[in-house]
């Protein structure tokens, strides 16, 4: 099943790997647009996940089956950079098909390793969801988009955003909070073999010490002043990190 992707070339002999770009819960690929933005002279490859934009409706929405539909669209060598519930897919993507993924980027990752508070907020989500009307969901989906933005760089692409997620269909925004519940993230993350760096907010879903247990490997870094959607907010603080990965593993 092939995804939406929105693909733009960076400068040959710049950047050999080309950047792979995979949205949150109920976004689509404009929701990464400040990361390609970043990044003006890498080959970039932003995708709609599996119902979300413009990618076709999908008779499963696990992580497994969105991981496997992803690497569909991914060239040899990418490094995967995942926001939210993307982070999830992009870890499945790289246990799926480690000798095609160079390197894995996590912007606030939706749990992977949880702390328990983590997940009792998860299935607590969950529960709401379940009860919930179309009607109920989409303006859910307003309140919660605009509660994980402390203050955005452009108040207008947060806009565009939250239109974007109050316009998901009910059935993929249910199905979709399922399987980040139901995914098991610590040990897909301990089958990692590529680099890795998770980038968290100040409370995170998944805490640096739980994910260097899974996976030692893993570099983390920490933002400040930003909620879950930090990419609106403190690229300024991301890119630096991100750079620093790429230099010191040669991506």
């Not at 390793?113 to 009307?133: F, L, Q």
Request: net charge negative; hydrophobic share 45%.
């Amino acid at each position: 099943m092939s995804l939406f992707i929105n693909e733009r070339a960076g400068n040959p002999g710049e950047a050999e790997h080309p950047l792979v770009l995979v949205h949150g819960w109920c976004c689509d690929h404009g929701a990464m647009k400040p990361v390609a933005d970043a990044f003006p002279e890498r080959h970039v490859i932003s995708v709609d996940l599996l119902g979300h934009g413009r990618s076709p409706a999908s008779n499963s929405y696990s992580i497994e089956t969105q991981a496997a539909a992803l690497m569909q669209a991914v060239p040899d060598g990418a490094i995967l950079v995942g926001h939210s519930m993307g982070a999830q897919v992009a870890v499945e993507a790289a246990v799926q098909a480690p000798e095609r993924v160079a390197g894995l980027v996590l912007l606030d990752p939706a749990p992977i390793v949880p702390h328990d508070s983590a997940k009792a907020y998860t299935e607590d989500m969950r529960r709401h969801i379940d009860r919930m009307d179309p009607e109920q969901l989409s303006d859910m989906l307003e309140v919660f988009g605009r509660r994980q933005i402390v203050k955005a760089a452009d108040q207008t692409a947060v806009e565009s955003l939250i239109e974007v997620m109050t316009r998901t269909p009910a059935a993929v925004v249910r199905a979709c909070w399922d399987a980040v519940c139901n995914w098991d993230g610590p040990a897909a993350f301990a089958r990692l073999t590529c680099p890795a760096l998770a980038i968290v907010i100040e409370r995170p879903l998944n805490r640096p010490v739980n994910l260097a247990k899974a996976y030692p490997k893993v570099m983390t870094g920490q933002v400040t002043g930003a909620g879950h959607m930090l990419q609106f907010e403190v690229m300024d603080q991301v890119e630096p990190m991100m750079r620093r990965f790429f230099a010191l593993h040669r991506l």
